[in-house]
């Protein structure tokens, strides 16, 4: 039996690439690159917005020189308010997913579909998920939900929908809609 792969490359955790493989992965890693510094100012933005949200608002240059002053360093923090009416404004807006016959005699289709989303909500807790994404959107700019398949715990697995943290998330600047 031939082999397939040419073995010129090994990658530094000793996996083998084949020259195809390791053009992708150069590309791909060129592609992390290239944009990593746009997002890291993003991401800086977005940690300066959180510790705002959650009053801490001075940094301790700022806060040793109010002490050195002998003023106490106030936080009058107008955002978090804003921010939990906002979520809490979303947990009562909730709506429910149904998926409609678009022909008829699709009714029972209908409803099995219905169920299977109600079930694929229910065992990732979408409703957490939800509002955890809805809270880094306004604090950070930008939510991310990520959707797995995951073979754990069931015999052919089932689709896993998690927060994933704005900061560890990375897009083609390039895409279009």
């Known amino acids: 039996m031939e082999s397939n792969f040419k073995i010129e490359t090994v990658h530094s955790n000793n996996t083998i690439l084949s020259n195809n493989d390791r053009e992708v992965y150069d590309r791909i890693i060129g592609d992390f690159k290239s944009v990593r510094e746009i997002f890291n100012e993003k991401n800086e933005e977005g940690d300066v917005n959180q510790k705002f949200t959650y009053g801490q608002q001075w940094n301790d240059e700022e806060i040793n020189a109010h002490i050195k002053q002998m003023r106490y360093p106030f936080v009058f923090n107008e955002i978090l308010p804003i921010v939990q009416h906002l979520k809490g404004s979303q947990q009562l807006t909730r709506m429910d997913t149904k998926a409609v016959a678009r022909e ?21 807790r979408i409703e957490y998920v939800e509002s955890q994404v809805f809270e880094s959107g ?31 998330f990375y897009y083609d600047l390039n895409a279009v809609q």
């Open 104 to 124: 008829p005699g699709d009714e029972t289709k209908a409803q099995l579909l219905t169920c299977i989303n109600k079930w694929v909500e229910q065992t990732n």
């Open 138 to 168: 306004i604090i950070k700019g930008r939510g991310v939900a990520m959707v797995r398949w995951v073979n754990e715990d069931m015999v052919y697995g089932y689709p896993k929908i998690e927060y994933f943290p704005a900061n560890q």
